[in-house]
């Protein structure tokens, strides 16, 4: 990044910068993410992830199941997306931003994604 321009109430407004095509990007120390400015944010996600089933590292022959089995794998959570996930179909695979791979399951008569 080589500038970064503000607005008077100290929120970055415009930024100058270059692509290193030759460098790697773990390498890199400053990374641009961004968003869109002015759309509406897309509301109508729900995110589903799921953690691990067994809580064991090694599951015994004399434990009951109930006993290693995590009853809390699945994390379900709405979450805001860009105005492009509006044209997301069943079947998508998206990356969301430090969160992982998902998959679209469903896209329900009124939009909205699962």
């Not at 100290?10 to 460098?23: D, E, Q, S, Y």
């Not at 509301?43 to 109930?66: C, G, N, Q, R, Y």
Request: aromatic share 6%.
């Amino acid at each position: 990044i080589a500038a970064i321009a503000e607005a008077q109430a100290g929120k970055p407004i415009r930024c100058a910068a270059t692509l290193p095509l030759g460098g790697a990007a773990k390498k890199t120390k400053w990374k641009l993410h961004f968003v869109t400015d002015g759309s509406p944010l897309v509301d109508t996600v729900t995110a589903v992830e799921f953690d691990h089933l067994i809580t064991l590292k090694k599951v015994e022959a004399d434990k009951s199941p109930m006993d290693f089995v995590n009853p809390d794998s699945r994390l379900t959570m709405a979450i805001l997306g860009e105005p492009a996930m509006k044209a997301i179909k069943a079947g998508d695979v998206l990356q969301l931003e430090r969160r992982g791979f998902f998959i679209c399951y469903s896209v329900d008569a009124s939009g909205h994604i699962t």
